[in-house]
């Protein structure tokens, strides 16, 4: 089992920056990824950024050049850092492992609220 708590979300203006946190606790050494989705009023939730336990980081093409995994894999917490947010961006973003034994297992974390406004 993996437990995950994440923090950081809340209200920011266009072009604002904010950092999610996302700490894991139990079991991982089995996590072979971690990463966030988001998922905004009547859309599905959507992959954000992920990162491989070998270090291969995935971003969505909507935040290439704007958001960043960081982390020391090692360790927990996970970040991401969100730089020149736009409305768009608003939605409940939520944190993710996913662990290996005999199969994957997806984790999520609670969500945390991310509000862009004008």
């Not at 020149?84 to 939520?94: G, H, I, R």
Request: aromatic share 10%.
């Amino acid at each position: 089992q993996v437990q995950l708590v994440e923090s950081g979300g809340g209200l920011v203006q266009i072009g604002g920056s904010l950092r999610l946190s996302c700490e894991a606790s139990g079991s991982i050494d089995s996590i072979v990824q971690m990463g966030w989705y988001r998922q905004a009023p009547g859309k599905e939730r959507e992959l954000v950024a992920a990162i491989t336990r070998g270090g291969s980081i995935n971003y969505a093409d909507s935040v290439k050049g704007r958001f960043a995994v960081l982390r020391d894999y090692a360790k927990t917490p996970v970040y991401l850092q969100m730089n020149s947010l736009k409305p768009e961006d608003t939605a409940v973003y939520y944190c993710n492992a996913r662990a290996w034994v005999r199969g994957p297992t997806d984790y999520w974390g609670q969500g945390t609220q991310v509000t862009v406004s004008s």
